[in-house]
């Protein structure tokens, strides 16, 4: 069992959640296990405009801590990521970012939240 915080950069509210990398997917967005994945199971918005197909930029998040907890990136992710607004050393798209094997503190950058807020 692994927790994961999530942190939203615009209110500064935290919500820390315990998953279980048996029970993957927990929904039906993103890799199974991702932080989309376990974001939008526990009733955390983060915008996803592609469906979580690692086609879009909007599922943008920065990992706090636990890099090494999550699943390598991709070329096609590190590709994507270089047109991120506000991208970070520590950026990740979060359906592509799968929590493999520890705990994870993720900031949700305004613009994502300000994408869901906008109806996407
Ligand atoms: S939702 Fe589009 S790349 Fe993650």
């Known amino acids: 069992m692994?927790?994961?915080?999530?942190i939203s950069k615009e209110t500064g509210e935290t919500k820390s959640v315990e998953v279980d990398p048996e029970k993957y997917p927990y929904y039906d967005h993103g890799e199974?296990?991702?932080l989309l994945d376990i974001a939008l199971a526990h009733g955390i918005k983060i915008?996803?405009?592609c469906g979580g197909n690692c086609a879009c930029t909007t599922c943008h998040v920065i990992i706090k801590e636990g890099d090494d907890s999550l699943s390598e990136s991709t070329d096609r992710e590190d590709d994507l990521l270089d047109m991120?607004?506000?991208l970070t050393l520590h950026s990740r798209l979060a359906c592509q970012a799968i929590v493999e094997s520890g705990d994870v503190v993720v900031e949700i950058p305004e613009q994502t939240i300000h994408i869901v807020k906008g109806g996407h």
């Open 2 to 6: 692994y927790n994961v915080t999530f």
């Open 32 to 34: 199974p296990g991702s």
């Open 47 to 49: 915008a996803h405009s």
């Open 84 to 86: 991120a607004p506000g």
